[in-house]
């Protein structure tokens, strides 16, 4: 075989992954765009079979896993996406939102609620500091916290600490919600949001 038969082939030969890799991105992205999100996995799984450090492919899988509901694995692929883009806010922030869901879940033990939960606020607070004024996350964060602080309220034979944590947890969540309507004095849902808080919060002081 000539050199330059062998360098083409060679060439060839190292560009098929790539091409590949590409291919199933584009697809997997088009499906995410048309709001196809079984077919965006599909395609963005074997994407990340292809290259599993390629960051914006992993960012769109754990996207439509969310939306597909898969919520474990959406954590887990913008866990990788952590690893590999540190700075990525809104990988954690999804992330949280996704730990959020599973804290719900009927089927979670009391401890896996308080895992999830405790991860999702975590996330959040990661994804503020990166990103200080995007108020959807300091929203989203002081749901968190009244949710928590609801959780530890409400276990049986709540210990001292676990009834400390959760007016904490309340007034970290009235603190959140106020600092998104001071940002926009007009919205009334973060109005509702921050009654709704103080109102569990003056029951657990027993001021209501």
Known sequence: MRLSLLVSCLIISAARPVLAQNAYVNLGRQALMDGDFKTAVQHLEKACIVDSTNANALWMLGYSYYHNESYKKSIAAYTRVINIKPADYMAYYYRA??????????????????????????DFTKAIEIAPADMKIYQNRGIAYREYGVFKLQQHNAKPNDRARGINSLKASITDLEKVLNDNPSRADIESLIALSKEKLATAVGHH
């Open 97 to 122: 939102r996704a730990k959020c869901y599973l804290a719900k879940d009927n089927q979670t033990t009391a401890a896996e609620k308080e895992k999830w939960m405790l991860g999702a606020i975590f």
